[in-house]
């Protein structure tokens, strides 16, 4: 069974950056396409990019231009470069895999604020 491990989230300024690490346990976690959502207070959980597993990138609108996803298949992890940071990336962050195949792990907490 696949467990997600998110990390790197924190408080930042506008205009900051942040780069978060997903961590996926399981072999299986290499196979498919992954991705990262994001969910806001009273909000409902958002796709914010994803990547196949040809290294092919979607971005939702809300980070084009300012987010750029990755990941690294040997080491079972995806990152996501946030930079330009504003405060409506406030959120709880998680990774997934695109179809949404696994558990949910904890999520990383993104605060944007002066």
């Known amino acids: 069974q696949v467990q997600l491990r998110e990390s790197g989230g924190g408080l930042v300024q506008p205009g900051g950056s942040l780069r978060l690490s997903c961590v996926a346990s399981?072999?299986?976690?290499?196979?498919?396409?992954m991705a990262w959502y994001r969910q806001a207070p009273e909000k409902q959980r958002e796709l914010v990019a994803n990547?196949?597993?040809?290294?092919?990138?979607y971005y939702a609108d809300s980070g084009k231009g300012r987010f750029t996803i990755s990941r690294d298949v040997a080491k079972n992890t995806v990152y996501l470069q946030m930079n330009s940071l504003i405060p409506e990336d406030t959120a709880v962050y998680y990774c997934?895999?695109?179809?949404?195949?696994?558990?949910w792990g904890q999520g990383t907490q993104i605060n944007v604020s002066s």
């Open positions: 399981g072999s299986m976690a290499r196979l498919y396409a």
């Open positions: 997934n895999s695109l179809a949404i195949l696994y558990a």
């Open positions: 990547i196949a597993r040809d290294g092919s990138t």
